[in-house]
């Protein structure tokens, strides 16, 4: 459904006059609309001017008219576009001589009830889907009413293209509403939707620049709500958050309310505790966030927490797992140890399905649970053996290469898109590890200035059994979220000569290996 409200430029109310007119020839009910903006007269502060434009239909809208049966009618709009003509090719419609009507239909459960979905698309200059009821009875001539009010975002940033905005209230703001009144032309909303259906966030999913001023157009029931918080992401990732706010914010119905947020007001960053570029990892081109560093649990204080630079792990101290005396990191775990962090017997019963340790708050990720992950093996093997790559690095797809960081071993990820820093020596070996961990050799500095471009290091941390510690700072052994058989699972691994991807390598999932969680692109 795509009635549009184009340049809202006063508060508001829109409305349509409409007349109907049903016959049936070759199984078909017609019916004939004409829309047009009701006389502001003296009440103009309560009603929606457009500008000169009014309620326009599209081809393909559709309503919802109830009357003996209900029946869904779509548009063709005539000239001007304020009116249209509907059809159905329903022959079970039956005109009983009352109209009970929605716009949109989509939108229409029953004849008491709309729902305002929690995700909504927004195009330039338009609000689609704006829910309207209509009234008649004993007459063929209905007159559309508004249920909502608009919250109108107005941003501006230079260089920043927006892809979506997320709202949240102290209250829902979308779900399924009763309609009260809806025997009358003075229709309304309830205030709360039925039961738990609604929630307190909308999400506007869009594809916008706001070089110059924009305007993005969300309806939302009538009421006053309080903590108004904005979430706005932009196409390369980062995300700007505003918010909550102290003051309350009223919505009208049939009126429009005003955020304008520009220049220094609007400043995106990385989520908390993500680091790096884009990453894709599956043929759909679903793309992650890397932690800032490997996974640590704090025995002391039950805390979990990222490293707080890529290269760093823990080492010998992972001997002290379990320990009742030691308040230290860990960050070797067995595999599927997401509740119980500090289990290394070999004849524990490592949980299947997985328990992932993205499923707890972490103190430098957030501190909300379930927005972290584990990569699966296929997820893994696609990011390094099959995910297509940008770079200037003189290799086609370049993905990863051996290296030392800051007295360091392991890997270095290139994301989707890497530009090497100039000055920077350029990596060797790139997709192999022939050469070993010395092919590449970075200092802490030329690596603040990598990992600033979007590269991500997976240091060898080596692996644990039991207490006993091994391979530390010559192996990289990262799990996966799959498991093997029932005693194994699988994991990617590195060598100074090999990579092993999760699809080909498994170990026993007592073995105490790194973890390394990832955010996904929403």
Partial sequence: MKSRFLSFVSIALLAGLVSLTSCKKESQVV????????????????????????????????????????????????????????ATTDENFTDAGSYIAYYPADNNLNRNTVRLPATRESEDGSLRGFPMHAYANGSKNLQFRNLCGVLKVNLQKTGVTVTSIKLTMDSPINGDYEVNDLLSNEASLAS??????????TKLVCNQSINTAHDFYIYLPAGTYSRLTLEIAANDGTVCTKGPATGNVVIERSKYSTLTLGGDDLTFTRPTGATGGFFTINEDGDQVWFSQGNLQYYQGSHTWHFANEQYYFVGYDNSNIGSNTYTGPIDLFGWSTGHNPTVYAPNWSYPSPFEDWGDNAIDNGGDTPYIWRTLTAAEWTYLFRTRATNTNLGTTNARYVAANVNSRNGIILFPDNYTHPSGITSPSYINGTANGWSSNNYSSTDWTVMEAAGAVFLPAAGNRSGKSLSNIGSICQYWSSDEYDGTR???????????????TNSIARSTGCSVRLVMDNN
């Fill in 489 to 503: 699972a699988r994991l990617l691994g590195f060598t100074n000569i090999n990579l092993f991807t999760p699809n």
């Fill in 31 to 86: 019916a004939t609309f004409t829309a047009s903006m009701e006389d502001c007269g003296d009440v103009r502060n309560a009603k929606t001017v457009l500008n000169g434009t009014a309620l326009q239909w599209e081809e393909g809208d559709e309503i919802m008219i109830h009357s003996g049966n209900n029946a869904v009618f779509t548009a063709t709009p005539l000239n001007p576009a304020t009116s249209a003509t509907f």
């Fill in 192 to 201: 709360t939707p039925i039961s738990e259906t609604g929630s307190n966030t």
